[in-house]
């Protein structure tokens, strides 16, 4: 079936610090791709998607551009802020798994002031 | 703004007791979904729903049952609640027109003893 990895459990940063968070997925036919955010004591919540090849998706100052060819869909921040600690999923949809979200296993980020 | 809600928020429970997470969405949104989100397995799957009366499983729907009679309430039922399925629960709706972007509540985290 369909998957989703994120090699970093937890990410510890300085502000002012580039970000990036890996993601690369499995799955079967042309998936969307998605990252959510979630802040303590919250659901998550959607930040952006990509949909084709070599599409960027970005939001707040986030970005992550779908590469089909690596498999891949990295989050990456110029200058990260102490508000931008929270927990970061990648997603995918899939038609073959019936329009089903399934996410990655979150990445956990700290940002020191 | 989209709106998904849940209660209770926090639920204690006994082993092999019988517990009702609650969701109600306002978002006019399709379908729905139950998570349950654990330390290093993120967010997964239990039930998700197309539309009122309709339930399907979902990646780990063992010792779940769901239930969805409107489109704006979805259920998710333990018979018998064991201490493994202590964890953090959240509800989400989501619809094509979205891309299948979904929104989510702000979780109900149930311990069961």
């Known amino acids: 079936g369909d998957s989703v990895t994120q090699t970093e459990g937890q990410v510890a940063l300085s502000e002012e610090d580039f970000l990036t968070i890996h993601c690369n997925y499995s799955?079967?036919?042309?998936?969307?791709l998605f990252w959510y955010v979630q802040y303590p004591g919250e659901g998550p919540q959607f930040l952006f998607r990509?949909?084709?090849?070599?599409e960027k998706g970005s939001s707040r100052g986030f970005e992550a551009t779908y590469d089909k060819g690596t498999t891949s869909f990295h989050l990456r921040k110029a200058s990260v802020q102490e508000s931008d600690s929270a927990v970061y999923y990648c997603?995918?949809?899939?038609?073959?798994?019936?329009?089903?979200?399934?996410f990655g296993t979150g990445t956990s980020l700290l940002v020191d002031p | 703004e989209a709106a998904v809600t849940q209660s209770p928020r926090n639920k204690v429970a006994v082993t092999g007791g019988k517990v009702t997470l609650s969701c109600n969405q306002t978002?006019?949104?399709?379908?729905m979904y139950w998570y349950r989100q654990d330390t290093g397995h993120g967010l997964r799957l239990i039930h998700y729903s197309y539309g009122a009366g309709s339930t399907e499983k979902g990646d780990i729907p063992d010792g779940y049952k769901a239930s969805r009679p409107s489109q704006e309430n979805f259920s998710l039922i333990l018979e018998l609640a064991t201490p493994s399925q202590t964890s953090v629960y959240f509800c989400?709706?989501?619809?094509?027109?979205?891309?299948?972007?979904?929104?989510f509540g702000p979780g109900t985290r149930l311990t069961v003893l």
């Open positions: 989400a709706s989501g619809d094509s027109d979205t891309i299948y972007e979904q929104y």
């Open positions: 990509a949909s084709r090849d070599k």
């Open positions: 799955a079967s036919g042309y998936p969307a």
């Open positions: 978002n006019n949104h399709n379908n």
């Open positions: 997603a995918l949809v899939s038609s073959n798994m019936g329009y089903k979200l399934t």
